[in-house]
């Protein structure tokens, strides 16, 4: 068996989360994805996936080569692009991630308008609440808000106006102490994001120059998904703290209300990032050239409307 087959049959079993749906995707019955891992593991010597009737999961050896074999498998695209000539024309797959949020309702109708301009293009839009590695994990392009570490990374920017803010029911707020300074959030129910801060929420010296102000607080609800703590908060949970354009809604209809805002953070960033050397391949290209001015003209629209939302 050609081992690259095997690893597009290894990586696609990963992508779809079971033998089936793998088998589905490319075509082969699952006895045929089983024999391909298989293969694998014989080869390497050492078991790759942990196999249920009902998932699949990754061994320790397995994660290190699944890693290795995603780049492996962009890299030999890359190259077959080079040597056909169509480093000018965008072609295959396009892998891009976001947050959930950010991505169903800002980022996908900007991908649906490039599909729809580049019909030899596919994109493989990922929706995770961490941020990917994307050299290990295939990933052509990432939407990430907030200030970027320093990195080989190409980053262009398409936003600056995306702000933190405290957000609490009317029925919450109506039971419970007004909340004036952030200190106030001590004594509230907290319900939090797993990438907001678990236990600690910071926010800007009241004082020009001075030291920033940590809150520390014990969380009625810890959750990874911004929905679900969104729907926590609009039901009068508690009190959580979200991005502008995921409670601008909910605020302009009144389910939630916005606190603390002489408290709010800067505004940050918001970035399209590309492994380095993706950055001058045609599908990646074409893809910065073609969402990099509606995104910023999206995320403009977004910061005039938070700066519209009304105040506690």
């Known amino acids: 068996m050609d081992r690259i087959e095997a690893m597009r049959v290894f990586v696609a079993a990963l992508d779809e989360g079971s033998l089936v749906g793998a088998g589905r995707r490319l075509g082969r019955s699952p006895a045929a994805v089983s024999r391909a891992i298989a293969f694998l593991e014989r080869h390497v010597g050492a078991e790759l996936l942990h196999r249920t009737t009902r998932s699949l999961r990754l061994s320790e050896a397995g994660e290190r080569y699944a890693a290795a074999c995603r780049r492996i498998l962009v890299d030999l695209e890359e190259a077959d692009l080079s040597a056909m000539g169509e480093r000018s024309a965008p072609r295959g797959t396009l892998t891009v991630t976001a947050p959930p949020i950010s991505g169903e309702e800002i980022l996908r109708p900007v991908i649906d308008a490039y599909l729809e301009a580049y019909p030899a293009v596919s994109v493989n839009l990922l929706l995770l609440d961490r941020h990917a590695n994307l050299v290990e994990e295939g990933v052509d392009v990432a939407l990430r808000v907030g200030e970027l570490p320093d990195s080989s990374m190409v980053a262009t920017r398409v936003g600056g106006g995306v702000k933190r803010v405290v957000v609490a029911s009317p029925r919450y707020l109506a039971e419970h102490p007004r909340v004036v300074e952030p200190a106030d959030l001590a004594r509230h129910q907290i319900v939090t994001t797993t990438h907001f801060g678990h236990d600690t929420w910071v926010f800007p010296s009241a004082l020009a ?99 519209d939302l009304d105040a506690d």
């Open 209 to 307: 120059g001075g030291v920033s102000r940590s809150v520390h607080f014990k969380p009625r609800l810890v959750v990874n998904s911004v929905r679900a703590a969104l729907a926590s908060a609009v039901a009068g949970l508690g009190v959580t703290r979200l991005y502008t354009y995921h409670v601008a809604e909910h605020v302009l209809e009144g389910s939630l209300r916005i606190l603390l805002r002489d408290a709010e953070p800067p505004p940050l960033p918001v970035h399209l990032v590309t492994p380095q050397g993706r950055s001058s391949t045609p599908k990646v290209r074409a893809f910065l050239d073609f969402a990099a001015p509606r995104l910023r003209a999206e995320f403009a629209r977004l910061s005039a409307d938070a700066d």
